[in-house]
């Protein structure tokens, strides 16, 4: 089966509420190509091996989230910006982006498969104040040791988390935020978590958590944001009746 480009479109950004979201790059439709959409691939960041993987399976379509044309981002097409995107013009294949809108998903968002992977209950925002922003607060039915959450982290991301803290202290209250999210430890630390959870550490992040008690784990930007893609991928193909895959790009950070 297939569906048209402008109804993928359409129906994705009303799903993920994409209007209600300032961001840092345009979400939604970056670059159209073919007006038929029978095969998505997606990924998380649209990068030079993720396009010919692509193209190589076929795809019509390409959703990812992390895309193209962010905030400050120099507008000349030369270099690896002019080579990615005659990939995608050469082969007719449109790119979907959806960067907050992804992360913020009650369901398929990031932050939300994320801890439903881990076991940890739904919760709820971290900021309260913005309705627009990422990060989840959950209170866990029983405690749970930062050395046991350190080993189902790895076990789910193929990847050792860094852990600030002791391994051997056991926690209820843990916030969470995929990807670039470390500076929200601090946010954390007022709604009470006992650890945060969060892609990326900073040099200040380590003294935000011993300062104020939190235990931080930095378990990978794009590890921890890899299963939004997958969630809406394979709703996108149960709705529409796509074919769909998930290309995967080995990325340390």
Not at 173 to 183: D, E, L, P, R, Y
Request: hydrophobic letters at 45%; one cysteine or more.
């Amino acid at each position: 089966m297939a569906t048209d480009v402008q109804t993928l479109r359409s129906y994705c950004d009303e799903l993920l509420d994409a209007s209600k979201f300032r961001d840092y790059c345009p979400n939604g439709l970056q670059v159209e190509g073919k007006i038929t959409v029978a095969r998505l691939a997606t990924a998380v960041t649209a990068n030079q091996s993720v396009l010919d993987a692509a193209v190589a399976w076929g795809a019509d379509a390409l959703l990812v989230h992390h895309g193209y044309f962010w905030r400050g981002e120099d507008a000349p097409v030369v270099g690896m910006k002019k080579r990615r995107l005659a990939t995608l013009l050469h082969a007719d294949m449109n790119l979907f982006a959806y960067h907050l809108p992804l992360d913020a998903h009650a369901t398929l968002g990031n932050n939300a498969q994320l801890g439903a992977r881990l076991g940890f209950p739904a919760g709820e925002a971290l900021n309260l104040e913005d309705p627009t922003a990422v990060g989840t607060i959950a209170a866990l039915p029983e405690a749970r040791g930062l050395r046991d959450l350190c080993r189902d982290l790895q076990a789910l991301t193929g990847r050792e988390p860094l852990l600030i803290g002791d391994a051997e202290r056991r926690v209820c209250n843990v916030a969470w935020c995929t990807g670039a999210a470390q500076g929200y430890i601090d946010l954390a630390a007022e709604r009470g978590a006992e650890l945060y959870i969060s892609g990326e550490v900073s040099e200040p992040t380590v003294h935000a958590a011993r300062e104020q008690g939190v235990a931080y784990i930095a378990a990978g930007h794009h590890a921890t944001e890899r299963y939004g893609v997958q969630a809406l991928g394979a709703h996108l193909a149960e709705t529409f009746g796509l074919a769909w895959t998930f290309l995967d790009c080995d990325n340390p950070v």
